[in-house]
């Protein structure tokens, strides 16, 4: 009982705080650490003991996959330079540099000392994503950010470990190890767990090869992320890795091997799960405050010394990111090229944002009883976690505000689905042209569907205001909503009225749940779009490439795309360069020529060739003109 009630606490506070997050227009994480810290020190809150097993194995996996799974395999590969220097170089480099601090100040060994770097180390995942998806950071960063906090608590794992056995904490650990053999175990750690995790991917689309049923589909994505941590760990290969490749591979694959039942039905749980879970987590840590700082009062290390190095750690942990940051970015950017040219200021909101989280407590709670100094670096451990998602947390949107650093124009994604959007349809009346198994009538009433769909994606584009009307879509889409609560006022009374068999409600109801559910998530979409596309400042005073670049130029090509000309390809829609004049495909097209252009040559600005569209984009701002 106490156990279920202890739960039921736990998930009413998460609700709680993250309602009270919204209302105040603040990040759930913060707000729900707050509630910890205070709600430890409440005489009838009990203590909360975090074994570092449940956080390990039953907390962590899933949230690598939920995360995982939503992020791009695509972007993942793009940017898999900036993620490695910074989930292994960056944790490395701030393992080492906390180390030697820690050794310096403290009575422990080096290798405990550099054990706690490894700790403190890697930034969170759900706090990076949750913060940087919530303020509106430009997509890339965001997409540097998802990729770096899921691999790098591998590399912190691994490190933690090692640092352990070269101490001779563990049972049967010999102290001292070997260059050479760290190398190889963070490679056997690496390799073991792509391979593990891509076995289990290949167990999963065979199984869902045979099986299309969502709920069933549902249970067995459930299992997933635990089929892919515990063989990988039992092998001494990388869980954490194992977790994320199998996330990343099955994500990517989905459109591909389940159906669109089950990946809505995948989708809607999963979010559930992680929402419960990952804010959970930071009510979790700050109710671990009062028992932490109560177990160091009695150190013979004093309380003096004991705060200096928890203030001195998380000083060195907040300097240590931009000083890696910056001089590496500017390395594969400017010397090397490497990386397409990007803006300091992206690279300054970059590495400022490095908040701690579940995984810097349980690495924490790792290290044996037998460490010397153990609560006090455990301590440790938790003031750099809560004061780097204070300090950062708190004061990264105002930093990236004041950079000018902001989420991509939300009317270039619009621009973009309805392109999409039309290279589908186009191809998809093709192909009906080419049936000859449907009569007249059904032929029109999926041509006219198929249009009427791409109109709604090209009238998101179209300015609103109170001086213009809605258009046909926003008219259908309104009248539709309210008849459909019509119908289901009279379904809900022949019910009540006990005229109609259950099961047959139960059918006509979901109908309409369904149909309901998609135009009020359209309805949304367009709201939200809508407050973008009202005049704003960013409107009126546009970045300064755009300013700087003309509206238009002499295409270097006349007849398309050059590349795809001379690669045989084709094009969805054509992008002109307005610095040099250059004609290349746009990121629909197969080979996104228009990208690949500003990749090598760094030309920011590019306009639509296409008949009748005379936007401009700029790739460094990310915003459209």
């Given at each position: 009982m106490e156990i279920a009630l202890g739960l039921l606490g736990i998930a009413a506070a998460v609700l709680g705080g993250a309602?009270?997050?919204?209302?105040?227009?603040?990040?759930?994480?913060?707000?729900?650490?707050?509630?910890g810290m205070l709600g430890s020190y409440l005489p009838f809150v009990p203590e909360v003991v975090l074994d570092p097993d449940l956080v390990l194995l039953g907390i962590l996996p899933p949230l690598l996959y939920a995360a995982?799974?939503?992020?791009?395999?695509?972007?993942?590969?793009?940017?898999?330079?900036?993620?490695?220097?910074?989930?292994?170089?960056?944790?490395?480099?701030?393992?080492?540099?906390?180390?030697?601090?820690?050794?310096?100040?403290?009575?422990?060994?080096?290798?405990?000392?550099?054990?706690?770097?490894?700790v403190v180390a890697p930034p969170d995942a759900v706090a990076a994503t949750a913060i940087g998806r919530r303020i509106g950071l430009p997509r890339r960063i965001v997409s540097i950010l998802e990729g770096e906090s899921l691999?790098?608590?591998?590399?912190?794992?691994?490190?933690?470990?090692?640092?352990?056995?070269?101490?001779?904490?563990?049972?049967?650990?010999?102290?001292?190890?070997?260059?050479?053999?760290?190398?190889?175990?963070?490679?056997?750690?690496?390799?073991?767990?792509?391979?593990?995790?891509?076995?289990?991917?290949?167990?999963?689309?065979?199984?869902?090869?045979?099986?299309?049923?969502p709920t069933f589909d549902t249970a067995v994505s459930f299992l997933v992320p635990f089929a892919a941590y515990l063989p990988a760990e039992l092998v001494h290969a990388s869980g954490v890795i194992a977790v994320v490749t199998a996330g990343l591979v099955l994500g990517h694959h989905s459109p591909r091997h389940q159906a669109g039942a089950s990946r809505l039905s995948e989708r809607i749980n999963w979010a559930s799960i992680q929402f419960l879970l990952e804010n959970a987590v930071f009510l979790l840590i700050g109710l671990q405050v009062y028992y932490v700082l109560s177990r160091v009062e009695s150190s013979a290390l004093g309380l003096d010394r004991i705060a200096g190095v928890a203030l001195g750690t998380l000083v060195l942990v907040l300097v240590l990111r931009p000083v890696w940051v910056f001089p590496t970015r500017w390395l594969t950017t400017t010397v090397l090229r490497r990386e397409p040219p990007a803006p300091w200021t992206h690279t300054a909101v970059l590495s400022w944002a490095g908040m701690r989280g579940v995984v810097t407590l349980a690495a924490a709670l790792l290290l044996p009883p037998a460490t010397p100094h153990r609560d006090v670096l455990v301590?440790?451990?938790?003031?750099?976690?809560?004061?780097?998602?204070?300090?950062?947390?708190?004061?990264?949107?105002?930093?990236?505000?004041?950079?000018?650093?902001?989420?991509?124009?939300?009317?270039?994604?619009?621009?973009?689905?309805?392109?999409?959007?039309?290279?589908?349809?186009?191809?998809?009346?093709?192909?009906?042209?080419?049936?000859?198994?449907?009569?007249?009538?059904?032929?029109?009433?999926?041509?006219?569907?198929?249009?009427?769909?791409?109109?709604?994606?090209?009238?998101?584009?179209?300015?609103?205001?109170a001086d213009v009307g809605?258009?046909?879509?926003?008219?259908?889409?309104?009248?539709?909503?309210?008849?459909?609560?019509i119908e289901r006022r009279e379904v809900l009374r022949l019910r009540d009225a006990g005229r109609v068999d259950q099961e047959v409600l139960?059918?006509?109801?979901?109908?309409?749940?369904?149909?309901?559910?998609?135009?009020?998530?359209?309805?949304?979409?367009?709201?939200?779009?809508?407050?973008?596309?009202?005049?704003?400042?960013?409107?009126?005073?546009?970045?300064?490439?755009?300013?700087q670049?003309?509206?238009?130029?002499?295409?270097?090509?006349?007849?398309?795309?050059?590349?795809?000309?001379?690669?045989?390809?084709?094009?969805?829609?054509?992008?002109?360069?307005l610095a040099c004049g250059h004609v290349g495909c746009c990121n629909s097209s197969e080979r996104r020529h228009a990208a690949g252009h500003y990749r090598q040559t760094g030309h920011p600005v590019m306009r639509s060739l296409e008949p009748g569209e005379a936007w401009r984009w700029c790739y460094v701002d990310e915003v459209l003109a």
């Open positions: 309602a009270l997050a919204r209302w105040l227009d603040l990040p759930a994480p913060l707000v729900l650490i707050l509630l995982a799974i939503q992020t791009s395999l695509v972007d993942f590969r793009a940017n898999r330079g900036v993620i490695v220097s910074l989930s292994v170089g960056l944790v490395l480099c701030t393992a080492l540099g906390v180390g030697l601090f820690v050794w310096w100040v403290l009575p422990v060994p080096f290798a405990v000392a550099f054990a706690l770097g490894a691999v790098n608590d591998a590399t912190a794992l691994v490190a933690v470990r090692t640092a352990v056995a070269a101490a001779g904490l563990t049972a049967g650990a010999a102290p001292g190890v070997t260059l050479a053999g760290v190398a190889g175990d963070f490679l056997r750690a690496s390799v073991g767990g792509v391979v593990v995790g891509l076995l289990v991917t290949l167990v999963v689309e065979g199984i869902r090869r045979h099986a299309s049923e301590l440790v451990a938790v003031a750099v976690t809560i004061g780097t998602l204070l300090v950062q947390g708190t004061t990264l949107p105002l930093f990236a505000r004041a950079l000018g650093v902001r989420a991509p124009d939300p009317r270039e994604d619009a621009l973009q689905a309805a392109t999409v959007m039309q290279a589908a349809t186009k191809v998809a009346m093709e192909a009906l042209e080419e049936r000859t198994d449907l009569d007249v009538a059904t032929r029109e009433l999926l041509r006219s569907r198929s249009e009427d769909r791409l109109n709604q994606m090209w009238e998101r584009l179209g300015r609103r205001g809605d258009t046909p879509s926003d008219r259908y889409r309104r009248a539709r909503l309210e008849l459909i609560d139960r059918v006509v109801l979901t109908a309409l749940d369904l149909e309901e559910t998609m135009l009020a998530r359209v309805e949304d979409q367009v709201d939200r779009l809508r407050e973008d596309l009202l005049p704003t400042e960013q409107v009126q005073a546009p970045c300064w490439h755009l300013q670049a003309p509206t238009c130029i002499e295409p270097g090509t006349a007849d398309g795309c050059a590349e795809c000309l001379r690669e045989g390809t084709t094009w969805v829609h054509l992008r002109l360069c």
